[in-house]
């Protein structure tokens, strides 16, 4: 700017001189020539010192502006990388919380089979002492006998027959063998995850 300025003041002082020399009907005279200090001018040209400081005040008022908007871009692509690792990161709580479930009810089945197996030996054995053509389970859906004896539970007496089953992983049976029970399951599930607040 300075620069424009110094370009301005020398053409004001130029100008009308060399104008004067081209249409200038008079004899010729001797040439006479003069310099200036432009930079002298501008630093003690009335009014220079509150340009400059105007000039000053608007180049950090700028800049300010320029290091807020620098700043919010910052946060905003912070927030965003904070997002996309939560995001990360719940997708991978999601496969473990899967994985857990899934070792959950393999464990739950694993120690089931021996009290399974112990209880159908046991029900074989009972059924073939006292000639039965079926044991109804009602444990599982009590709808399917609306009315029944009694005397032909026979719960109390299978319970007597059972000895206990240590907590031991067993190796896991083909669970495609007729006959074989699966437990219900005892899943893994996810609590639900609160949105980040603001």
Known sequence: MAH??????????????ATGMLYAQAPAVA???????????LQKAPGSAAIQAQITKERADAQASVS????????????????KALQAKNG??????????????KRQYDLMQPMMAQIRTVLDAIRMEDSYTFIFDVGNDPGLIVAA??????????LSRLKPVSATVAPRPD??????TRPAPAGVTKPPVKPPTQ
């Open 4 to 17: 424009s300025i110094k370009l301005a003041v020398l053409g004001a002082l130029v100008l009308p001189a």
């Open 31 to 41: 040439q006479k020539f003069a310099y200036v200090d432009s930079r002298a001018i």
């Open 68 to 83: 807020k908007m620098q700043d919010s871009l910052r946060a905003m692509y912070d927030a965003y990388m904070k997002e």
């Open 92 to 105: 991978e709580f999601d496969q473990r919380v899967a994985q857990m479930d899934q070792d959950m009810q």
């Open 149 to 158: 004896d009694k005397n032909l539970d026979i719960t109390e007496r299978v």
């Open 175 to 180: 669970s495609t063998k007729a006959g074989a």
